[in-house]
């Protein structure tokens, strides 16, 4: 079965600063996508960022980045000059592709509490 | 584009009652999908429906849960009796099928508070 594991329940960064969220996964499978998102008080899920396993460049969006490292089943988020509205529960998510389409199911981490500070 | 809607917002209600929720996803979107929310978790899949089809619903606690999809659009979840342990957020999420790794969407999710 994938599982996917965030060992950072909480994790705090000063504004403009730099900050990685980590994330590692167990599959056996070679076929899937990992997406990390952002769920402010609002509930909301928020896409940030997504990859797929196939492509060895890491992704990137704006100041959201990711280290792919597919050998060893890691996926963590960067975030760089961090700024208040990036204060956020963060999920990483895997989802299995099923023949053609996405027909997979989205399996979420524990997730991670950012707080920036001021 | 709109977003998926779900309604209500907010609900309270006792134990041993039962209660519903709502979803429209985003036009389009052959896959709908419900997750629970339990405060400090991540979500964990309830449901999978493709198009009006059942796909998924292997953590889906049938004795009291049900959900429907009428016409492959707009979807329903109840559950009959509450628990306590049903205290949770239920998120409702869609996706297109036809794009390989198309995120989910999801909607602003229903707090449910079982007293």
């Known amino acids: 079965a994938q599982t996917v594991t965030q060992s950072q329940p909480e994790m705090s960064v000063q504004e403009a600063e730099t900050v990685t969220l980590s994330c590692t996964y167990d599959?056996?499978?070679?076929?899937?996508?990992l997406f990390w998102y952002k769920q402010p008080p609002s509930r909301q899920m928020i896409l940030v960022i997504r990859?797929?396993?196939?492509?060895?460049q890491n992704a990137t969006e704006n100041r959201f980045s990711v280290n792919f490292q597919k050998a060893a089943k890691s996926f963590s988020l960067k975030i760089s000059d961090s700024q208040l509205g990036d204060a956020a529960m963060y999920f990483c998510?895997?989802?299995?592709?099923?023949?053609?389409?996405?027909?997979?199911?989205?399996?979420f981490g524990q997730g991670t509490t950012l707080q920036v500070k001021p | 584009e709109a977003g998926v809607a779900q309604s209500p917002r907010y609900k309270i209600i006792e134990k041993r009652q039962s209660v519903a929720f709502w979803c429209n996803p985003i036009?389009?979107?052959?896959?709908l999908y419900w997750y629970q929310q339990i405060l400090g978790q991540g979500p964990k899949l309830l449901i999978q429906?493709?198009?009006?089809?059942?796909?998924?619903d292997s953590q889906l606690p049938k004795d009291r849960f049900s959900a429907e999809r009428l016409k492959g659009v707009d979807s329903t979840l109840k559950i009959q009796p509450a628990k306590l342990e049903d205290s949770a957020v239920y998120l409702c999420?869609?996706?297109?099928?036809?794009?390989?790794?198309?995120?989910?969407?999801f909607g602003n999710g229903t707090r449910l508070t079982v007293t």
């Open positions: 999420a869609s996706s297109r099928r036809d794009i390989s790794g198309s995120p989910l969407h």
């Open positions: 036009s389009g979107h052959a896959t």
């Open positions: 429906f493709q198009n009006n089809g059942v796909v998924d």
């Open positions: 599959t056996s499978e070679s076929d899937y996508y």
């Open positions: 998510a895997y989802i299995r592709l099923r023949g053609t389409g996405n027909t997979g199911k989205l399996i």
């Open positions: 990859q797929e396993a196939y492509k060895q």
